[in-house]
């Protein structure tokens, strides 16, 4: 089966950094059509954060534009996070999408907190 753990998420204060690592097993690399995180806020719904494709195309949500870096080694995947502000306050889950079918698989999630 495959699974996703995700990793890093904490507390930090406004201004701060965290960087969240996520690896996938149970998959090929050449399985993955591209992988990337999304965060659930309490009350709000699940949106994208950040996504990158094999051949290293990235997109980003407007809000974390210039803030966050996406990245990848084979099938694990990096959020390097800068900036962050209380409204980054959400629990980050790591994605991966599978080729063919276009089959979606998630991790459990980490928390990241962002005190003002």
């Known amino acids: 089966q495959v699974q996703l753990v995700e990793s890093g998420g904490g507390l930090v204060q406004a201004g701060e950094s965290l960087r969240l690592s996520c690896v996938a097993s149970?998959?090929?690399?050449?399985?993955?059509?591209?992988m990337g995180w999304y965060r659930q806020a309490p009350g709000k719904q699940r949106e994208l954060v950040a996504s990158i494709n094999l051949g290293g195309s990235a997109n980003y949500a407007d809000s974390v534009k210039g803030r966050f870096t996406i990245s990848r080694d084979k099938t694990t995947v990096y959020l390097q996070m800068n900036s962050l502000t209380p409204e980054d306050t959400a629990v980050y889950f790591c994605?991966?999408?599978?080729?063919?079918?276009?089959?979606?698989?998630w991790g459990q999630g980490t928390q990241v907190t962002v005190s003002s």
């Open positions: 149970g998959i090929s690399i050449f399985s993955i059509s591209a």
């Open positions: 994605n991966c999408n599978a080729r063919g079918v276009g089959r979606n698989y």
